[in-house]
């Protein structure tokens, strides 16, 4: 003990004679000096994270004398070739009321403006899920449900019971389909709904955020996603103040728990999961996420907006469907939309939580209004009850039989579909799909280039990027079509190889470029460019 006490005498003395040489000011400022170096540095880093070199070499370009006004006159060309398509909405606009009503007249004029439509019928990739026309069957039942509650609102529970009465049975049917009567899922499953599944996840992602602050105090909230995750949580990220540390999918295109745990934190409120993905139709590992989010006392969403109608009846069916809903343990908050392939009306999702405890974080609660005390559970306040009933009778009108059925048809021209494409010569399906999204690429034509001749012969297909490629999410719509779908595709390809290259108004150019593009804050800006001109 002695000794220890010499050594550190020792010390002391030995550095007051080291410094001794320096001014007292110089002393005191080197510190702070290197802890202002230290937090530039730190600065820099985190910028060349979030923008990248490339990024911050342009923001530097774009200061230089009419580089700027370069740059603004090539994006507004490129808006305007995307405008070619007839996207754009602002051109002959009504901008005022009528002087005198029209009364009745005005459900000419919005068959006039419907007829401007594209035929989309058995056309689109996903768009639109129910069988047929508008004008019969589901669709003449759920509209018919709509009209009769039209005037409704679930804000005001106390004059409309029967709404408030059908969106708990629309949640509490959804839930006991995604695993709350397991007893794994603690019993206690809960939740709302919602205007569609960005607001479900939204809310996952709100109500995510302020539970792990309020049990571990974090102040900085950052959240894991794969790169394949939905666009719906960049947005909640921006929304609500959160980092995202974005994963690389691995080599099967699904999340990647490996990475996933390397991003874990001390400020890490959630990691999330998709079931599947909108890209590529896959059904990332939840039950290994699961495990992560457990161990590490961290929120685990699954985004099962696309698949919550469907999985459940497609492992009744036989496929091998993976684990994904609350029977698996770490898993916090789901989100299903209702208006995909519960073919309820557009407009209507679910967001769900494992317990009462977690979902309290999703409401807010207003005391010191003057008009009165307020409390609400979504982001809408009046939400429409018409919407509510629409899905209600969607369900029950179906069942358990009706799903069962809608399931086995989609699925079965989904294999279809994929069996038809790898069958195509130059195309090759991504990934092994767990349901009824299809992503193709191909490795010898410019597969934007075959979108743009599918796009002229009627069909809307969309566009990925990583690799560059189409997807089509297979619907009802599509059961009677998928023959002509293959063969328009074959047709396609066949007219690529003969006369590769742009054909004229296609876009291929442009998601090539955008798709190669470096820097990425560029593409951004271009995006916000057109959706200001569209909308």
Known sequence: MEAAAELALRLRAAANDRLAQYEPLALVAAPLLALFVARAVHSAAAAVADRGLVGLAMAFIKLLPGVSGYIAAEKRKVVDQLQSGGTSTKSNLRAELP??????????????????????????????????????????????????????????????????????????????????????????????????GTESILLAVKTSRDYMQSKKGITKPEMIIAESAHSAYDKAAQYFNIKVRRVPVNKDFLADVKGFKRCINGNTIMMVGSAPGFPHGLIDPIEELGELASRYDICLHVDLCLG??????????????????????????????????????????????????IRKHQFVAVTEWTGGLYVSPTIAGSRPGGLIAGAWAAMMALGLNGYLENTSRIMEVSKKIQRGIEDIPGLYVIGKPDMTVVAFGSDVVDIFEVNDIMSSKGWHLNALQRPNSLHICVTLQHTAVYEEFLKDLQDSMNTVKANPGPISGGRAPIYGAAGKMPDRGMVRELLVEFMDSTC
């Open 308 to 357: 919550g109608f469907v999985l459940p009846f497609a492992r009744k069916l036989g496929y091998p469907i993976p684990p994904f809903d609350f029977s698996v343990k770490g898993v916090t908050s789901i989100s299903s939309d209702v208006h995909k392939y519960g073919l309820a009306p557009k407009g209507t999702s679910v967001v769900l939580y494992r317990n009462h405890e």
């Open 99 to 196: 002087t005198v009503g029209l009364s009745e007249e005005v459900i000419k004029d919005l068959e006039t403006l419907k007829a401007k439509d594209v035929d989309w019928q058995g056309k689109c990739s996903g768009t639109v899920y129910i069988a047929g026309n508008e004008s019969e069957g589901h669709f003449e039942l759920i509209n018919k449900a709509y009209s009769m509650f039209s005037h409704t609102n679930p804000l005001h529970q106390d004059v409309f019971k029967s709404v408030a009465q059908l969106e708990a049975e629309v949640v509490a049917m959804t839930a006991s389909l995604l695993g709350s009567k397991e007893q794994s899922s603690g019993g206690q499953v809960c939740g709302n709904m919602t205007s569609g």
